[in-house]
């Protein structure tokens, strides 16, 4: 029974958090402050619950640092999203073998 109230309850929650800014805001938002703000906050929120995660996921800080140098460098030349992947990886993991 707790497993159904929990399941309505985020419902209801995601819900309200998809609605709210719909009822909020009716016409067309004409500030450029606002509709700045509003057009990085993905790009924000996306960075700053990637970024903690990426530095903690090799639990080493170095091997976290270098995996991503890697994958930043191969991904300004353009490759292959699974060549970034593997890269990373593969130098975090050689990066603790080699610490």
Do not use: C
Not at 28 to 50: C, D, E, G, H, N
């Amino acid at each position: 029974m707790s497993m159904i109230l929990y399941i309505a309850i985020m419902a209801g929650v995601t819900y309200l958090v998809r609605m709210i800014p719909f009822t909020l805001f009716r016409r067309q938002i004409k500030s450029r402050y606002i509709r700045s703000v509003l057009y990085y906050m993905p790009y924000a929120v996306l960075s700053a619950m990637t970024v903690p995660a990426i530095l903690h996921s090799t639990g080493n800080l170095t091997t976290a640092i270098v995996g991503t140098a890697v994958a930043v460098i191969l991904a300004f030349f353009n490759k292959p999203l699974i060549l970034v992947a593997l890269a990373a990886a593969a130098s975090a993991f050689i990066t603790a073998l080699i610490i």
